[in-house]
Every structure is written in C-alpha cells, then in structure tokens.
C-alpha cells in the first residue's frame, strides 16, 4: 500500500530527532513506525542513557530527515552490536545476489549441478514497465557456474544473477533457502531483470515495500551465518567470500574511507533512491565485523554513498576500539540497568 501525505508527518516525527542533542535509536525507530505504519517493535536498545558513544555517533550520522537509514553491525568476535532502524524492511537490490550464490551451491553440494555446469546468460529484452507479471528475456552465451557466481557477486551481474536464479527455480526457493536457515526477515520476489525494469514504483525513502527487501538485522544474521560455517561447506564458503572481496562496484562505500590495508569482502545494491553495501570487515587484530548499511533519500546517489562510507568508517574505529576480551556480557550489561539488551 502507498502511503500519501506523508511529507509533513514524516517532517514532525523526525524533527525532535534532528535537532536532540542526544542520539536516541529507540525513538527514531518508534517513530518511523508511528508515521509508516510498520508494526510496533520491542526495545532493542537499552534507554538513552545507557546507548554506547559507538551506537549513538551511528545513530546521529542515521538521522532520517533525508531519508531511512538503516545499520545492522556485529563483532562477530564479542558479539558486539550497533542497532539503529536495524528491524525495518529496506530493498536489497543487489544485495541479494549473495544469497542466490548460497542457494545455488548449496545445490552444488547436493549434487544437482557442478560448478562446471553451463548455464545461459539471461538478457532482459526491452518491454513497459508492468506490461507483464515476468519481465521478457533472452538467452546469452553460456558460461561455468563458477564463473557466472564470480561475476554476480564481483561485478553485480544481472544476467549473470538471472541465469542462476532460474537454475535453482526462481526468487521464492531463494527466500525459502533462506527460512531454512532461521532467516525469516528476507523476501525476494522478483528476477532482476523483472526488479529493475518496474523500479521506481514507490520512494523507499518515505515507503517500506517488503517485496524484495530484507531488514539489516536478517542480512547480519545470513552475513555471520556464512562467515561461521553454518550454512555451506568450507568450499563453498570461501566462493562467496572470495567474490565478495574482489567486488569492483561501490568504491565509494563500505572501501571509500576504510585504511588501505583493511579487508573488506562486500556486496553492493543500487536502486531507485536507495543505495546499501553490506559485507566484512577485518580489523587489525583480525577480529571480523559483519554490517549492512542500507540508505534512503539523501539527496543523490553520490550522498547515499558519502552516507554509507562515513558510517562504516565510523563503526571501523569504533569496533577497533573495543578490547578483544570484551565478552559479549560485558558489551551488552549496562551495569545499573539491570537489563540485558535484547537481540
């Protein structure tokens, strides 16, 4: 459902916000729900005065007066998070293409295919935008499911990523591969050629679509899955690792202001107003941090990436700040508060 008239609500339900002195996530959060409609959420923060400085330098570089922001981020080492509009749905976009790689090799795995398998590129030939429920393609060359995976992921292929989702059955089977594995907020609706063709249907700015959308939480969740070993053998693991750390899109993301000999493996989405990266980060004493920054609105494509780099440079020195024997108690007890911080 569109929601109309939402300029001056959307304007009052940030205003205390942008202007507070202190960063507040849980109220940012309550209100977007207020003003779009999404459903009412438990805290998952503790109360303002016992938010981390990390959580709240996030929380003011996410404020929504241009737009949602979303940041999931976890120490995958002390359990660590930083939280802010992380249970919100945003669109994937490309994002999504590491969990079709996880789909197909899973299927690799089982035996269906082997990464030699040929598969035809699938090139979306020129149609109206809703003239039909599947947007039209045609078949390109054939190439190696190793090679089609590489440049899906490295290079955000479209066809690439079209000729493997019809080689598993379609977007639901990777939606379903997905609540196999305990990953339920995550939807993925549409083929690529499909999604990009009808885009621009509603302003994810000030419009949560759930179609193809996941929230920042469930794509931590899937991101330390895959770094953990949950989901896929060590082989198959270290295919989608390694494509992610050789993706050439985004330069001006997650990478931008990261220091130069940082390790970065990522996958970027580009759609209509929107911009994310999600991916891991190696800090210096290799400790590993997973995040997703989704970003709205903003002004331009080139502000929603300056977005997400300050953010991601801001939760680099912030994780690399915290001491490796934090344990996950410790980073999550506010000492007086008598509360754990929710998951």
């Not at 330098?57 to 802010?84: F, K, N």
């Not at 935008?129 to 992921?153: C, H, K, N, W």
């Not at 991916?279 to 997703?292: K, Q, Y």
């Not at 609105?297 to 024997?325: C, H, N």
């Amino acid at each position: 459902m569109r929601i109309k008239g939402i300029g001056a609500a959307l304007a009052a339900a940030v205003l205390g916000w942008s202007t507070g002195a202190v960063a507040q996530p849980a109220n940012l959060e309550a209100r977007f729900d207020s003003v779009l409609g999404t459903q009412p959420r438990a805290a998952a923060v503790a109360p303002a005065s016992h938010i981390s400085d990390l959580q709240q330098r996030v929380a003011a570089l996410a404020e929504p007066s241009r737009g949602r922001i979303g940041v999931m981020a976890v120490d995958l080492s002390t359990g660590q998070e930083v939280a802010v509009l992380a249970d919100q749905r945003f669109p994937m976009a490309s994002t999504s293409k590491i969990a079709v790689a996880a789909t197909f090799l899973e299927g690799v795995e089982q035996g269906r295919w082997t990464l030699s398998s040929e598969f035809p590129l699938l090139i979306p030939r020129q149609s109206a935008r809703f003239s039909s429920a599947v947007a039209p393609v045609t078949q390109g060359r054939y190439m190696p499911a190793i090679d089609l995976i590489e440049i899906m992921i490295a290079r955000s292929s479209n066809p690439a990523t079209d000729a493997l989702l019809a080689a598993v059955g379609g977007p639901g089977v990777v939606s379903n591969w997905m609540r196999r594995n305990g990953i339920t907020e995550f939807s993925l609706d549409r083929d690529i050629a499909t999604l990009v063709r009808d885009d621009g249907e509603f302003n994810p700015a000030i419009h949560v679509d759930v179609r193809d959308s996941a929230t920042p939480r469930a794509m931590v969740t899937f991101l330390r899955g895959l770094h953990e070993g949950h989901y896929l053998s060590p082989t198959s693991r270290q295919i989608i690792l390694g494509a992610m750390s050789r993706t050439v899109t985004g330069q001006r993301r997650i990478r931008a202001l990261m220091p130069m000999n940082a390790q970065v493996a990522h996958k970027t989405g580009s759609l209509n107003n929107t911009s994310s990266d999600v991916g891991i980060v190696t800090l210096p004493d290799g400790r590993a941090v997973a995040m997703a920054i989704y970003v709205t609105g903003q002004g331009t494509r080139l502000e929603r990436e300056a977005k997400i780099a300050s953010i991601a440079r801001v939760l680099y020195d912030g994780f690399s700040s915290t001491p490796a024997t934090q344990t996950l108690a410790q980073q999550r007890f506010e000492q007086g508060s008598g509360r754990i911080i929710g998951n």
